[in-house]
């Protein structure tokens, strides 16, 4: 049931709010976060694998930054179709997530089996609970999002986020990198993010008028930097399944090392820039392509786009946000804008062409 909305992929957008807030209620008991049976320590683990495919696999790279810089905990992250045939070394002391909303996917089931006696603990971070994923896992963590029906990974993408940030915040806890202060204060400042996410869906209405343009571009460039980047990612990922428009995703600060050839006033770039440590730096590299005839949109907040200065072409203002949630608050205008750009298109926003919500095949 579309509950009123054009497509589920709308109405999943719009949900965002109050699944994040179900996923964040489930994993806290008095006001600590608890992991399911038999739970994880952290304090034991030296490396931590993440296995995924698509939108999950993006998710898997957003938390390799968490992990890293919460927890200093290293972290690998791998597509699933490539990780088996590298025949990775697994060391003592590894635990092996597999991230996968249907938890069917084929190539990442086939991982997790490959880790089945090589790894110290397997777990699941998966929507559907009931699935092989989950089933052959040592732990289930699930993501909450409730049925997603559209092709196009929206809200089980966010809180596959907020899963893998809650638990690199119990590993720093537990590594010793957060004290109870510390932690205290970063969970209410996830607490208070599907109120964020809730006020961020006010871009929506700029968002459709922005995508009409969009819609008429044959290229599309996501560039983010540090943690943005593989935000910018699934920006590019997203827009591309169900909008048919060729887009590729750069840090930003690899553009001048080839990409920006391809820029001149037909490429469409879409900047993704919170005002984070790395904002300076992400804005240097957006003038740059300015410099060279791109147009840019320009997502930030409004001080952002204030300093960004003159000459972008269009802007998306976000609400303001601690640097470290971002990737989940800027979901959004990834998402709208794939949306709004494939409704501008007329195409098959639930059901792409090609495409299949469950690859059950290699
Ligand atoms: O069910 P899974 O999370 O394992 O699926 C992985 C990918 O197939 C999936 O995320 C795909 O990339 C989405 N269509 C992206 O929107």
Redesign the pocket.
């Known amino acids: 049931d579309k509950a009123g909305y054009k497509h589920f992929m709308a109405k999943e957008i719009a949900e965002q709010p109050a699944v994040l807030t179900r996923a964040l209620d489930a994993y806290f008991a008095d006001g600590a976060i608890a992991l399911p049976e038999p739970g994880l320590d952290f304090s034991r683990i030296e490396r931590l694998t993440l296995v995924?495919?698509?939108?999950?696999f993006y998710a898997c790279l957003t938390a390799k930054y968490w992990f890293e810089q919460l927890a200093r905990l290293p972290v690998e992250v791998d597509v699933a179709s490539e990780f088996r045939y590298r025949e990775p070394p697994i060391s003592p002391g590894t635990a092996a997530l597999f991230?996968?909303?249907?938890?069917?996917?084929a190539d990442?089931l086939a991982a997790l089996r490959y880790c089945r006696d090589r790894a110290e603990t397997i777990g699941a971070v998966v929507n559907v609970t009931e699935s092989t994923i989950a089933r052959e896992s040592d732990l289930v963590l699930p993501i909450h999002a409730g049925a997603e029906i559209g092709?196009?990974?929206t809200k089980?993408f966010t809180c596959q986020l907020t899963v893998l940030l809650l638990l690199a915040l119990r590993a720093a806890h537990a590594r010793g990198r957060l004290d109870d202060a510390a932690l205290a204060d970063k969970i209410a400042g996830l607490r208070a993010l599907p109120g964020l996410v809730n006020h961020g869906l006010a871009i929506e209405e700029a968002t459709r008028d922005i995508a009409r343009r969009l819609s008429e571009a044959r290229d599309i460039l996501f560039l983010g930097r540090g943690i943005m980047y593989p935000l910018a990612l699934e920006g590019a990922?997203?827009l591309k399944?169900i909008s048919y428009i060729h887009a590729e995703a750069y840090a930003s600060g690899e553009l001048k090392h080839g990409p920006i050839a391809l820029v001149d006033e037909h490429v469409p770039v879409i900047v993704m820039a919170p005002r984070d440590g790395l904002f300076d730096k992400t804005i240097s590299n957006m003038q740059e392509v300015m410099a060279r005839g791109g147009r840019i949109l320009l997502v930030s907040d409004a001080t952002g786009i204030r300093e960004a200065g003159d000459g972008v072409w269009q802007s998306l203002a976000m609400p303001e946000v601690d640097p470290w949630l971002a990737p989940i608050l800027y979901a959004l205008p990834a998402q709208l804008l794939a949306y709004h750009t494939a409704v501008a298109k007329g195409t098959d926003v639930d059901q792409p062409r090609n495409?299949a919500k469950?690859?059950t095949v290699e």
Do not use: M, N, R
């Open positions: 995924a495919c698509g939108t999950a991230v996968s909303q249907s938890g069917e996917t990442t092709v196009a990974s089980a990922l997203k399944e495409l469950s690859v």
